[in-house]
């Protein structure tokens, strides 16, 4: 027995290699997931993969996000609508921004006027202060990715509804850091329910 053997297809990727596999892979994820989604509500998304990649890029080569200001790379993206098409927002390439996955988790149902005034409100608190409300928020966001009408007549779903596919999203369920690519975990980075897996 040895036991120094290791699994040969674990190859150990360089920084720069799971940069671009996470970038690939999540990328592709989304898109499935925006087609899906419009698909569901009757519509049809006005961009194909490679314009979202390019949207993308673009973002995690300025690298900042921009709500948070917090970094951005290939492992903690998320799309985000800026009205969010749980409240009439488009199936369209103009009503998305690419912001951190815990901007997004935390944003819910708010538009991106709303959230930046929120997260203006925020930062005028004391930095443990706004920490705490913003974990409480992507904590809720997780949770709660349904309607709003039914997040407020059902404020508690059960994680069972959520592996269930019952729970509809405020937006798009995309946050999948994928931490385990390469980068050593965020500890900001919720664990969330994956939708539809
Ligand atoms: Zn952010």
Known sequence: MNAKAKP???????????????FGDRTGKMF??????AKAAGRWVDYDLFALRQLIRRAVTVGACPYCNGRLDEFNFSVDHRVP????????LSNLLVCCVSCNLSKG??????????????????EPVK??????LR?????????PAAAAA???????????????SYDEPDPEPEAAAGRPADPDHPDTPREGA
């Not at 098409?85 to 488009?90: D, N």
């Not at 059902?154 to 509809?168: E, H, K, V």
Request: proline share 5%; with cysteine.
């Open 154 to 168: 059902a404020p508690d779903p059960s994680p069972a509804d959520a592996a269930a596919g019952t729970l509809d």
């Open 131 to 136: 920490r705490h409300t913003l974990a409480r």
């Open 109 to 126: 149902p708010l538009d991106h006027v709303e959230w930046r005034q929120l997260m203006q409100c925020l930062n005028a608190w004391a």
């Open 8 to 22: 040969k297809s674990k190859k150990k990727l360089s920084l720069d290699e799971a940069r671009e596999r996470a």
């Open 139 to 147: 904590a809720g966001g997780a949770q709660t990715r349904s309607a």
């Open 85 to 92: 098409t749980s409240r009439g927002g488009g199936h369209v």
């Open 32 to 37: 499935s997931n925006h087609r899906r989604n």
